[in-house]
């Protein structure tokens, strides 16, 4: 997987939503990537660019914080010498700060201006490049930003792109992909990890088949299917019976306190399990051959795949402009079932679309 793809695994965005004051700043860079602290002019009214503005402590703090966050970053060939003051440091925003972005963007502010701007400024985004620029034209799309019609698949492509970011979200969120140095999990068994869940393993039968289906493929253990498998709860131990050999001892030794599940044979060590602790039950596990990062694309391209057909079709539909009082009313086709009201001065925006 190469550096691009992987930024779509590593967004990293806060669990707590930044206040307002952060937010703005934040997207001021949309607008004005490389902006310093001492381009800000801060007022009782929001902040704006000056490029003669005495710089604001407030400012560059604020700055630092969604550094930290890692929502911006320093503008690459930026060298920080000794005597540079924090105010003097050039900020865009970074991966995850776009990202961030287009899942909190305010809905009283222009999303197609915020789209024009991205696309303009951070041309070479993961998302972008993924999910955009084989659907239309990036160059013809900037050229005609006045045109009405132009805007209105400025807010289709945020649209797009903000159900692309819910669903990368839950999909990082979510406990699908399990994963150890770097590959995917599939659990064989569920194990208690205290004596509060004990009773309730013990009253409910060992699930083995997995178990058996794993040893039979990764040691050819042919006879592993009539074999007896035996569990002991308070010992932290199952052992398996050869029909073949009666004197043989297989026995898989879990170690609670040390997180460790071993497979032996006649007391040497012939495989390990990944063991994960759940709470009141650990599961046992093996390590696929396939990687978390692959895994994660293939789901989230499956679950982007109807978002990207309604997109395209939306798109490349031809709409009309007409002129209803002192609104623009653009219109697509029914089978697109979209539709963007937007009045003269471009300010306010109703939007009734099939994924909203």
């Known amino acids: 997987m190469n550096d691009s793809i992987q930024e ?18 934040l997207l001021s860079l949309v607008e004005h990537p490389e902006i310093t602290a001492i381009k800000i002019y801060k007022s009782e009214d929001g902040i704006s660019i000056n490029k003669t503005a005495n710089y604001s402590n407030i400012i560059s703090r604020r700055f630092r914080k969604l550094y930290k966050l890692k ?3 320093k503008m690459p060939g930026f060298k920080s010498r ?17 990202f961030y972005i287009l899942l909190n963007y305010p ?43 132009t805007t209105y698949k400025l807010l289709l492509v945020y649209i797009y792109l903000k159900h692309i970011c819910k669903e990368i979200q839950n999909l990082v969120s979510s406990k699908i992909i399990h994963h150890a140095e770097g590959y995917i999990l599939t659990k064989l068994f569920d194990w208690p990890c205290n004596s509060e869940s004990l009773p309730s393993s013990k009253s409910t039968p060992f699930g083995d088949e997995k178990l058996r289906e794993y040893l039979k493929s990764k040691f050819n253990w042919t006879w592993i299917d009539k074999s007896r498998i035996e569990f002991n709860y308070d010992e932290n131990y199952i052992d398996i ?4 050999k009666i004197d043989e001892l297989i026995r898989l030794l879990i170690t609670v306190r040390e997180n460790k599940a071993i497979l032996t044979m006649n007391d040497k060590n012939i495989d390990e399990f990944v063991f994960i602790n759940n709470g009141l039950h650990s599961s046992i596990n093996v390590k696929t051959g396939e990687k978390k990062e692959n895994l994660f694309l293939h789901i989230l391209y499956r679950k982007c795949n109807w978002h990207k057909n309604a997109f395209q079709k939306s798109i490349t539909s031809n709409p009309t402009v007409s002129m209803i009082d ?31």
Do not use: W
Not at 83 to 96: A, F, G, Q, R
């Open 8 to 25: 779509l695994f590593n967004f990293s965005i806060p669990s707590k939503p930044i206040d307002v004051k952060h937010l703005e700043l």
């Open 71 to 73: 929502l911006v970053e």
């Open 82 to 98: 000794e005597h540079d003051v924090t105010e003097c440091i050039p900020y865009k925003l970074s991966p995850s700060g776009i």
């Open 107 to 149: 809905h009283n502010t222009s999303r197609e201006r915020l789209i024009f701007y991205l696309l303009r400024n951070y041309p070479s985004y993961i998302l972008f490049t993924q999910f955009i620029y084989p659907i239309i034209n990036l160059r013809r799309l900037l050229a005609e930003a006045n045109n009405k019609i």
């Open 241 to 244: 019976y050869n029909p073949n």
């Open 326 to 356: 002192s609104q623009v009313h653009v219109h697509v086709s029914r089978s697109v079932k979209a539709l963007k009201i937007m009045d003269a001065k471009g300010d306010m925006t109703k939007v009734s679309y099939r994924f909203l």
